[in-house]
């Protein structure tokens, strides 16, 4: 008999990233095949692993950062306060995080994975970012003492723009504005929608099955997707139901309370009342914490303060809060992002409080808050002094305008 044939070697591909679980200790070997590259900005990048259902989000470094400064107690007090933000939201719309300790066998072989990363998936599940923004004006009261020389009918957005542009930063003026998003006035909230798609800037973006494939400087299929979902041979009607399905979504009661809207324009139970309820802290406790705020930007005596009465009483910590406290709650929420995953599906194939319909397209479809990071204490004099130099792009751009 002759020696049995070798069975050929599997091929493997080295290991670039390894999680270990706090709770019990598993460890996870990812190679590049099991890793899907989500998204990033300045100070978060976002890995999908698919075969697990779960989303990796690393807190980004420059190379001459002092590592050790970043202590495991910050990181900690990070995701707890994520945690109770997340608690002032229904639980349908948010998702539990959890710390977990990785390791990377090769900075080096992780990096020239990202740098060299091209979308390839084509897929059926489509996920939507918006950044709302801020989506209140400021009081008169706030604007006199504040910003007395502003134009009180432009928002803070807005009028970060002409800012943005002056620091050349964007190169052009959104035509998405916050307020119309927040108005509960269907015409207004399209226009913003639309606004959003049109100049998508960081404020919206879109992913198929894990591949970000539209946002600002990026159209790798928008298109397509439009017309695999919405099925209509025209472009421009395509993009009318999409946003008709962003619109629905936004205003659907999800919590299944079916509370009576009163005199709100904004139905009780959608995301976006969740997420301006919240904000309005910011807005109604700004002077004060202007008035008390240290200017010092790695300083967090305010979140752990919170954190501190949070975990000394369970069921009414948020009515113990003062208002700096409340205001660095709110401060959250102005830069957090809403997340609308979706699927096309079949007639009568699930729960009518997740579906939607659009001319007779039917979607599943859930919707979650993400980015709900803490402030430093320096927080309200950083949002109060960008605000002041906002408004004073926008006059000095109006001057301009008006001269030539």
């Known amino acids: 008999m002759g020696r049995p044939k070798r069975r050929p070697r599997r091929a493997t591909t080295a290991v670039i990233l390894t999680i270990i679980y706090k709770s019990d200790g598993t460890i996870v070997n990812l190679d590049r095949d099991r890793l899907v590259y989500r998204a990033e900005g300045n100070a978060n990048l976002v890995l999908a692993i698919p075969d697990l259902s779960q989303v990796l989000r690393l807190r980004k470094s420059s190379l001459n950062t002092d590592l050790q400064s ?71 009261s706030t604007l006199m003492a504040l910003y007395p020389e502003s134009d009180g009918k432009l928002c803070r957005f807005c009028a970060m723009q002409y ?5 050349k930063t964007i190169k ?48 790798q299929g928008f298109k397509d997707a439009l017309q695999d979902t919405m099925h209509q041979d025209d472009v421009s009607k395509n993009l009318q139901n999409f946003l008709l399905l962003l619109l629905k979504a936004i205003l659907k009661d999800y919590t299944g309370e079916n509370v009576p809207n009163g005199n709100e324009s904004l139905p009780h139970g959608s995301i976006l009342k969740q997420i301006l309820d919240v904000q309005l802290f910011a807005r109604d406790n ?22 501190a009465k949070r975990r000394d009483n369970t ?24 997340m609308m995953t979706f699927q096309k599906i079949a007639e009568g194939s699930t729960n009518e409080r997740h579906t939607i319909d659009v001319d007779g397209e039917k979607f599943i479809v859930s919707m979650t808050v993400m980015d709900l990071d803490p402030k430093a204490d320096s927080h309200p004099i950083k949002y109060v002094k960008q605000t002041k130099m906002s408004y004073k792009a926008h006059r000095d751009f109006v001057a301009n305008s008006t001269i030539s």
């Open 315 to 338: 069921e009414d910590w948020l009515e113990r809060m003062d208002g700096v406290e409340k205001y660095f709650l709110g401060a959250t929420a102005l830069d957090c992002s809403l």
């Open 70 to 140: 970043t202590s495991i107690d910050h990181v900690i007090m990070v995701t707890e306060y994520g945690r109770i933000v997340s608690s002032l939201f229904p639980k349908v719309f948010t998702i539990e995080s959890k710390l977990v300790l990785l390791k990377v066998p090769n900075y080096d072989t992780l990096n020239k994975w990202l740098n060299q990363f091209r979308p390839s998936v084509i897929g059926e599940t489509y996920c939507v970012e918006i950044k709302p923004k801020q989506g209140w004006i400021f009081p008169e």
């Open 163 to 167: 800012l943005k542009l002056v620091k």
């Open 172 to 219: 052009r003026v959104s035509n998405y504005c916050p307020i119309d998003l927040f108005s509960g006035d269907r015409n207004r909230m399209l226009k913003a929608l639309n606004g959003l798609v049109e100049t998508p800037q960081n404020n919206f973006r879109m992913w198929r099955s894990g591949q970000l494939i539209y946002g600002d400087g990026i159209d």
């Open 286 to 307: 700004l002077a004060n914490a202007a008035d008390k705020a240290l200017n010092e930007e790695q300083s967090f005596g305010n979140v752990e303060r919170i954190l």
